[in-house]
């Protein structure tokens, strides 16, 4: 497309298809049956690798209609040193991943599968060892100090999802004589997510938490203390049939060299180390009646998409603290953070991400085509949906009205009814769902990302006059 031209409706459509179908290149589709030999040469013909994995918050995920994840990145990487492209299909659980695979209905498993002996013979493990245990996880600015050993459990109160963590309490308990007195958190309402949330708020004093979960979570509560091992060591990797020797080998020489490129290093931090909050400052000048330095944009574009200019100014001081240097962990640019993608599709000249008119502009922008997919909605609680999916990407919001609507909740009402339902697009039971077309979500950034500018944005309108 050439600069400066109008771009089609076909292709704005297609943008927010992106949000539905994920991305454009590595978007899923069905991965035929692959023959019994197709090893690496095979592969580098066909000019695909098929990546096998599961849905998670450090594996594999959508955010704002972009791929992201983890081993969704490294699987990127191995797909590019190949000179192939990547497709990804999601199993529903590791039996699921194991039986596809074996099928040949994928190359490799791209999830830190645990390596054990029942599937040695049946499987090639490769690629870096990642050793995971489950981990306390408790506040480090508590009233109490953090503990220190297992033993210092006995007499207090852990919260814990069922399953593996659950079992492997119940298993210290009876290593330490009894004493510790665990909660089974078996509302299926609740994640494991929402229990560490509960313990940085301090709600909760304790839960249990892989390794790599929490050290995620560290990322958006930075007060969490998640260096007490409650596990023995389990070590894990990427795996291949058997039939492809050389594909493993390719893996272990690509991890190995891998494992200090700038591009692992930089997915490393994404997720395991960059902050995901960001400071907030307050109102500019109260007595002057200005929000920021950008006033006079947000009052300019407002009006394109019937919206008081203040709640355009919440929407960037909720996304950028009015910084336009600001880049997220995700690659968000500028003051209204659209992702690179996004940006391009709305007319930002490349170069031009933290130009404080054309993000506004092509956020704007952006924002009306949004709207336009809840149309049947009114304009008051429309604007709640659009800022939803601003935020999340406006696939993982359908997911969330039709989980409404399947239990019993009016989705075309955002408050206390759908967005309970994106929040539990975190929770396997819910994004697994026959409904859910968008997978694993981390719903409560967005819960409290809507709830927040529209609090903020009833400040502005007491505060600062129109």
């Known amino acids: 497309m050439k600069q400066g031209k109008a771009i089609p409706v076909l292709l704005l459509?297609?943008?927010?298809?992106?949000?539905?179908?994920?991305?454009?290149?590595?978007?899923?589709?069905?991965?035929?049956?692959?023959?019994?030999?197709?090893?690496?040469?095979?592969?580098?013909?066909?000019?695909?690798l098929v990546a096998l994995t599961l849905y998670s918050s450090t594996t594999y995920f959508n955010y704002r209609g972009q791929e992201m994840g983890f081993q969704?990145?490294?699987?990127?990487?191995?797909?590019?040193?190949?000179?192939?492209?990547?497709?990804?299909?999601?199993?529903?659980?590791?039996?699921?991943?194991?039986?596809?695979?074996?099928?040949?209905?994928?190359?490799?498993?791209a999830y830190n599968l645990p390596i054990t002996k029942e599937h040695k013979d049946s499987l090639l493990y490769c690629g870096n060892e990642a050793i995971t245990h489950q981990v306390l996880v408790q506040r480090s600015n508590g009233r109490a100090k953090p503990l220190k050993d297992v033993t210092e459990l006995i007499g207090k109160e852990v919260y814990v999802k069922p399953g593996k963590y659950y079992e492997r309490l119940v298993n210290l308990d009876q290593e330490l004589g009894g004493g510790i007195n665990i909660h089974r958190v078996d509302n299926d309402s609740i994640s494991l997510e929402?229990?560490?949330?509960?313990?940085?708020?301090?709600?909760?004093?304790?839960?249990?938490?892989?390794?790599?979960?929490?050290?995620l979570n560290k990322t958006y509560y930075p007060?969490?203390?998640?260096?007490?091992?409650?596990?023995?060591?389990?070590?894990?990797s990427w795996a291949v049939r058997t039939d492809c020797p050389q594909l493993a080998k390719a893996i272990d020489q690509w991890a190995t060299q891998n494992s200090t490129s700038p591009a692992y290093t930089a997915s490393m931090?994404?997720?395991?180390?960059?902050?995901?909050?960001?400071?907030?400052?307050?109102?500019?000048?109260?007595?002057?009646?200005?929000i920021s330095h950008y006033d006079d944009l947000f009052k300019k574009y407002a009006g394109q998409i019937e919206w008081d200019w203040r709640l355009l100014a919440s929407l960037a001081y909720t996304e950028s603290n009015f910084d336009t240097t600001a880049v997220s962990w995700a690659g968000a640019e500028?003051?209204?953070?659209?992702?690179?993608?996004?940006?391009?599709?709305?007319?930002?000249?490349?170069?031009?991400?933290?130009?404080p008119e054309e993000s506004i502009k092509a956020a704007v922008?952006?924002?009306?085509?949004?709207?336009?997919?809840?149309?049947?909605?009114?304009?008051?609680?429309?604007?709640?949906?659009?800022?939803?999916?601003?935020?999340?990407?406006?696939?993982?919001?359908?997911?969330?009205?039709?989980?409404?609507?399947?239990?019993?909740?009016?989705?075309?009402?955002?408050?206390?009814?759908?967005e309970k339902y994106i929040l539990l697009k975190s929770n396997e039971e819910y994004f697994t769902d026959p409904v859910c077309k968008h997978g694993y979500f981390r719903g409560r950034e967005t819960y409290n990302f809507v709830r927040e500018i529209m609090a903020r944005y009833e400040q502005y309108k007491k505060k600062i006059p129109e």
């Open 334 to 355: 500028g003051l209204m953070q659209l992702m690179p993608r996004t940006a391009r599709a709305m007319g930002v000249p490349e170069g031009m991400e933290q130009n």
């Open 365 to 418: 922008k952006y924002l009306g085509l949004t709207a336009r997919s809840f149309n049947n909605i009114p304009q008051e609680e429309r604007i709640n949906f659009t800022l939803a999916s601003y935020n999340s990407g406006i696939g993982h919001v359908l997911d969330a009205m039709a989980l409404a609507e399947k239990y019993g909740s009016n989705k075309y009402v955002w408050r206390d009814n759908v």
């Open 194 to 215: 929402d229990l560490i949330a509960d313990v940085a708020k301090g709600d909760i004093a304790y839960t249990v938490a892989d390794n790599d979960i929490a050290q």
């Open 13 to 48: 459509l297609a943008i927010l298809a992106g949000c539905l179908a994920w991305g454009c290149k590595n978007r899923h589709k069905p991965a035929q049956p692959l023959p019994a030999a197709h090893d690496l040469q095979q592969i580098k013909d066909s000019g695909e």
């Open 223 to 236: 007060n969490l203390n998640i260096l007490l091992p409650v596990s023995f060591d389990q070590r894990a």
């Open 269 to 290: 931090k994404r997720y395991f180390e960059i902050s995901k909050s960001i400071p907030h400052s307050p109102i500019l000048s109260l007595r002057e009646g200005k």
């Open 72 to 109: 969704y990145e490294l699987s990127q990487q191995f797909a590019q040193s190949l000179g192939v492209t990547l497709t990804v299909k999601v199993a529903r659980s590791v039996e699921e991943l194991i039986r596809q695979l074996q099928a040949g209905e994928g190359d490799l498993i």
